[in-house]
């Protein structure tokens, strides 16, 4: 197993490199893709220079790029694709993860059914783009707070199969399975689609807060026979003094899981 944790600013990776981790994950906009190569290119040079690799991308589509609704518009979208996906590779990406609730998010009277084909479309641009530049595309599932569709595992992976948007994956959250009460099973379930793993504690604070099933969800990823990459994704009071405990958390708790599973 991989551990990393996500953090918004390149500046933080220093602190993840200090604590232990092996990679970051940053969001999207870190690569800037709506600006130009030339624009871009202090931003990459900075990522390059920081002592781990973002081996994952998350928040890949901003909500001005809507992915269904009548604002929807493919080209701009595939160009923004093009550029995030190659920038990434370059900087060492395997993995982006699709959340973005905002760009997903099905317009309040606009018809619900057509809205999930545009959704349809636009995941297989995405997926189309991905595959392109060699990376794998993962969609998260959010809770109902932040978005109106893909609000569970089991509706994200029913969606991907009976679209066959094959080779779209998917992304386990610990957070949102807590806060949408989904069954561990669930995570079983759609082991053969799982490429990316984000992990918090109650009310979304550091692995080791307690208040979430964390150990069980260890257990259950065992079960479906996950190994690739387990990301924190949390609020933190303190990343410099919380993160060491937080990674030796989720070391210890991913090791007992395996004993237990």
Not at 15 to 39: H, K, N, W, Y
Request: glycine share 8%; net charge negative.
């Amino acid at each position: 197993m991989r551990y990393g944790c996500c953090v918004g600013k390149p500046e933080q990776i220093e602190i993840l490199a200090r604590a232990g981790f092996d990679f970051c994950e940053l969001p999207a906009a870190t690569v800037q893709p709506f600006d130009d190569d030339a624009a871009a290119m202090p931003a990459l040079r900075a990522i390059e220079a920081a002592p781990l690799r973002p081996e994952s991308f998350n928040v890949l589509v901003p909500p001005v790029l809507p992915l269904a609704g009548p604002k929807v518009d493919l080209p701009p979208l595939r160009a923004y694709l093009r550029r995030a996906f190659a920038r990434m590779v370059r900087l060492g990406a395997e993995v982006v993860v699709l959340g973005s609730g905002g760009a997903r998010r099905i317009p309040e009277g606009f018809p619900r059914e057509q809205g999930l084909d545009q959704l349809a479309v636009s995941l297989a641009l995405a997926l189309d783009e991905a595959s392109r530049a060699g990376i794998t595309l993962a969609l998260e599932h959010l809770n109902r707070d932040e978005t109106n569709t893909f609000n569970s595992i089991a509706e994200s992976k029913e969606f991907i199969q009976a679209r066959g948007l094959k080779g779209l994956r998917l992304l386990a959250d610990l957070h949102h399975i807590e806060l949408e009460h989904e069954p561990m099973t669930d995570v079983v379930d759609a082991a053969s689609l799982l490429a990316h793993v984000h992990v918090a504690d109650g009310g979304r604070r550091p692995p080791g807060s307690g208040g979430y099933a964390y150990a069980g969800f260890m257990q259950a990823l065992h079960q479906a026979h996950y190994d690739r990459r387990i990301s924190a994704e949390c609020i933190w009071e303190d990343l410099s003094a919380q993160a060491a405990g937080a990674l030796d958390y989720m070391r210890r708790t991913w090791e007992g899981g395996e004993r237990n599973g």
